[in-house]
């Protein structure tokens, strides 16, 4: 087994520490109200895990059958879906199977990237129903509440960053199997036997 830490594989583990570390900051969209920052509501994969027990929390979301709670569960599902063929293609690149199974890692390669960037257009589209359930609520005198992006959002855009590079290194770098005329041809019989004959010739 050949260990080999190319620069795509090392460009997966960075996408998917940033994956893992999006995963575990639960702020992804965090709605706030405009007059006072210090108190608000966060959104993520996180939130998903507990919505059940905090349904107060969820009207920006349109409540527990709403858009935007169908929308963080589609989030949390490519997010660890994300992370499991984020790592299988860092995996087998490290271990070498980019020699002989180059077309399924460059697959998993470009599925990540796929995946990451699914992970940020579901985030988009969960705060393009918050935020027009918001602007729906103001007109029924409610607190104006002002949405934005978290910080697990940006981490995830590095992480797709890094996706893409690892992407195109992947696709660029493809290993090629070795030919046997590149080897050099040494003939063990003559590489041998003939040095000793002539010994033997100037010996006689």
């Known amino acids: ?9 090392v460009c997966q583990c960075f996408t998917l520490v940033s994956l893992c570390t999006s995963i575990a900051d639960p702020n992804w969209i965090q709605v706030q109200n405009c007059s006072d920052s210090s108190s608000g509501l966060i959104y993520g ?73 699914a992970v940020v257009g579901v985030c988009a589209a969960c705060m393009s129903v918050i935020e027009h359930n918001l602007q729906r609520a103001k007109t029924e005198s409610h607190p104006a509440l002002c949405m934005s992006a978290g910080e697990s959002f940006y981490i995830e855009l590095v992480g797709l960053l890094f996706s893409f590079i690892a992407c195109t290194l992947a696709l660029k770098g493809r290993s090629e199997p070795i030919r046997p005329c590149d080897f050099l041809s040494v003939d063990g019989a003559h590489s041998d036997t003939e040095p000793l004959i002539g010994g033997a010739e100037t010996e006689e």
């Open 1 to 9: 087994m050949t260990l080999v830490l190319t620069p795509a594989a």
């Open 45 to 117: 994969v996180a939130f998903t895990l507990h919505a059940y027990q905090n349904q107060t929390d969820t009207g920006p979301l349109g409540g527990l059958q709403g858009w935007g709670m169908w929308l963080l569960y589609s989030l949390a599902a490519l997010c660890y879906s994300a992370v499991l063929v984020s790592s299988s293609s860092f995996l087998l690149d490290f271990l070498g199977a980019a020699v002989n199974h180059s077309k399924l890692v460059t697959l998993l390669h470009v599925s990540t990237a796929f995946l990451c960037v």
